[in-house]
């Protein structure tokens, strides 16, 4: 039976996620993620963790959303890589990844300019290739099969001259499958060889040396120090405001199971590094809550856009007055637009120790990094022994996206789904493949 590479998709996929060959029965392979180059962190030593220590120190996982981690994000990009025309000849996967995958096109009536840029459907993407390939003015074509598809099925000269997209992926293509090296890859990678069998990746390296805006992110937080008054403790309104570490703001934490490494320290969770060097700086601003009769404060001269608005209201319960402050609904912050370049390494037969490898270097441009703010009690201990209520606010990393958009978080918009579009300014901007 003849061999089509596909890839098992999903929004919850891991850094094991399943790459799959389809055929009468399907294997599944681990594609581990690998580390090359020293991510010095400010303590610790990078070279004394294991590869599944260091995709820990890459996460964002402090509010407990596996959806967003860093593994997903890297799982996601080899997964749109790796889209073939088979894998979406289903009509229901079809639209979940157009859905997905939309381009910055989107405003197109037929909304089918998704970044995979692979042609499947007369009914909704035009009668015929060249209709369809039209519709890629912003949107950048990102995977191998959609890439393939267009430099295979359209001359440049026949596209739109306001194509432009099209036209920069057609010199893209061919490009990268004009050498001897990229002409079988392609060919083994999309089935077209039916002698093969279990093609698939084998792994995926993250270099420091390819990717040098990386931060590491710190675990001030501003804590509110606050007034206790009577028997009751009834928390009044917060009178200092002070940038600590955390752990020296929640001495509640049990050290017994701390560990001494970024990412994973429990007295200093948000320690984590990030693709970007542009990192909010936790400050933080007190409004009164908007009610029917008082409308929200206006944006204050005195605040940066990476400070944290905090709305702060009362409610009156068995008989006392009780505080509270949230954060105002909506608040994001997206860090600098940047690139994350991923080094894959392909067999066309897992089975096969002699079978032709590849090496494959991918270059991804226009990632931004997302943080939404929180607050979070803690727990201060006295020489006593006793323990105070206090708070503390916080920028939290909360996974990438390749847009300018507010749809990666949840921002009120019930008309946009969570992570609809995630993709749309996706740029591939490097394919290199090379024998191994």
């Known amino acids: 039976m003849k061999k089509i590479l596909s890839i098992l998709m999903g929004l919850t996929v891991t850094s094991s996620a399943a790459l799959t060959v389809v055929s009468c029965e399907v294997p599944v392979h681990q594609v581990p993620i690998k580390f090359d180059g020293e991510f010095k962190p400010n303590e610790g030593n990078w070279s004394d963790y294991n590869d599944g220590d260091r995709v820990k120190a890459f996460q964002g996982n402090f509010l407990g959303d596996k959806s967003v981690a860093f593994d997903n994000t890297i799982a996601r990009l080899r997964n749109l890589l790796s889209l073939t025309p088979a894998f979406i000849n289903d009509k ?5 990844y157009n859905e997905l995958l939309i381009g910055a096109d989107a405003d197109d009536d037929s909304k089918t300019a998704a970044v995979h840029g692979i042609y499947r459907r007369k009914s909704t993407q035009g009668e015929k290739p060249l209709d369809f390939y039209n519709k890629f003015k912003k949107t950048n074509i990102s995977s191998i099969g959609g890439l393939y598809w267009l ?17 920069t992926a057609w010199d893209f293509a061919e490009k990268a499958f004009e050498t001897p090296d990229g002409a079988d890859f392609v060919k083994n990678f999309l089935g077209l060889d039916s002698n093969l069998q279990d093609s698939s990746w084998t792994e995926q390296h993250i270099s420091k040396a390819d990717n040098p805006k990386i931060s590491l992110m ?14 009751d403790a009834v928390i009044n309104e917060p009178v200092s405001e002070t940038l600590k570490e955390f752990e020296d703001v929640n001495t509640g934490i049990d050290y017994k199971d701390k560990i001494e490494k970024v990412g994973q320290d429990k007295s200093k969770p948000f320690n984590q590094f990030i693709f970007g060097d542009k990192l909010p700086t936790t400050h933080v601003k007190v409004v009164d809550k908007p009610t029917t009769e008082k409308a929200v404060e206006a944006n204050s001269k005195d605040t940066q856009d990476d400070w944290i608005i905090i709305e702060k209201s009362t409610e009156e319960k068995e008989g006392k007055t009780i505080h509270k402050w949230n954060p105002k609904d909506g608040q994001f912050f997206l860090g600098d637009e940047t690139s994350i370049t991923i080094n894959y390494k392909f067999t066309t037969d897992t089975k096969n120790e002699q079978a032709e490898k590849y090496n494959v270097k991918t270059t991804f441009k226009g990632m931004k990094p997302v943080f939404r703010p929180i607050i979070k009690e803690a727990n201060l201990k006295a020489k006593d022994g006793s323990t105070t209520k206090t708070y503390f606010a ?8 390749f847009n300018d958009q507010h749809n990666f978080i949840k921002d009120g918009n019930k008309e946009i789904k969570p992570g609809q579009g995630l993709f749309s300014n996706i740029k591939l901007d490097e394919l290199n493949i090379t024998k191994a």
């Open 394 to 401: 916080k920028w939290t990393f909360v996974g990438y996206q």
């Open 151 to 167: 430099h295979k099925n359209v001359q440049k000269d026949e596209l739109a001259e306001d194509a432009t997209a099209a036209r």
């Open 218 to 231: 710190d675990s001030k937080v501003v804590e509110f120090t606050s007034k206790v008054e009577g028997e």
């Open 92 to 96: 229901n996967r079809f639209s979940q």
